[in-house]
């Protein structure tokens, strides 16, 4: 089955600087990555997703690239503010029915 | 257009005992799937549901897990003679339709502790 990884664990920036946020994924026929933020005690929400025939697409303060070739994908987070606090955490999917998601990544933003 | 329900969001069993967790999708959406989230970890997929049916199980454990999403009401997870390893929060997650990754739309969550 596919196995989701997410680096790092734990990332802590100063207000304002960008937020990277790394995932492998191993089985190559995964074609939808979704990316989802939750904060404390809530419920995951989506921010944004890439399928496979994308390199990279952005909205606003976020964008998400991949390389299917490498099986890899990344967040990132530019302009980060104190909200931005929260996990995120990487999905991927060969189905759509079912989603294998990563570890998380608890982000921090210093004021 | 009311989110995705759970409840309740916060259950407490004692060992031996039975959890029933529910799930209402949103309005329009015949998908629904339960994910189980230990602490500080991420979400482990558990089960597929449509209506009256189920369409991928892969993700429960074996024994004293069980789902269901009846032709009406809400989708029940059902864990039979809860261990302390059952502490978690479930969350549930709903979609219009399969197969053209539609967005999942996740519920609070029930957090299950086990004493």
């Known amino acids: 089955g596919e196995n989701v990884e997410q680096h790092p664990s734990t990332l802590s920036v100063q207000e304002g600087d960008s937020a990277v946020i790394k995932c492998t994924y191993s089985?190559?026929?995964?074609?939808?990555f979704p990316w989802y933020k939750q904060e404390l005690g809530k419920r995951p929400q989506l921010i944004i997703d890439?399928?496979?025939?994308?390199g990279e697409k952005k909205d606003q303060r976020i964008a998400v690239t991949l390389n299917k070739t490498a099986k890899h994908f990344s967040l990132h987070i530019t302009e980060t503010q104190p909200e931005d606090s929260a996990v995120y955490f990487c999905a991927a999917s060969a189905t759509g029915n079912q989603f294998y998601f990563g570890t998380g990544t608890s982000l921090t933003v210093i004021p | 257009n009311a989110g995705v329900m759970q409840n309740p969001r916060h259950l407490v069993r004692r060992r031996g005992q039975e959890a029933r967790l529910r799930c209402s999708p949103m309005k329009g959406h015949s998908h629904v799937y339960w994910y189980r989230q230990l602490p500080e970890e991420g979400l482990k997929f558990m089960v597929y549901l449509q209506k009256e049916n189920i369409i991928d199980e892969s993700g429960m454990p074996k024994e004293r897990f069980s789902a269901e999403f009846p032709k009406e009401g809400p989708s029940i997870l059902r864990i039979q003679q809860v261990v302390r390893g059952d502490s978690a929060a479930y969350f549930c997650?709903?979609?219009?339709?399969?197969?053209?990754?539609?967005?999942?739309?996740f519920g609070p969550g029930t957090r299950l502790t086990v004493l």
């Open positions: 089985d190559s026929a995964s074609n939808y």
């Open positions: 890439i399928r496979s025939n994308v």
């Open positions: 997650a709903s979609s219009p339709s399969s197969g053209g990754f539609d967005t999942q739309y």
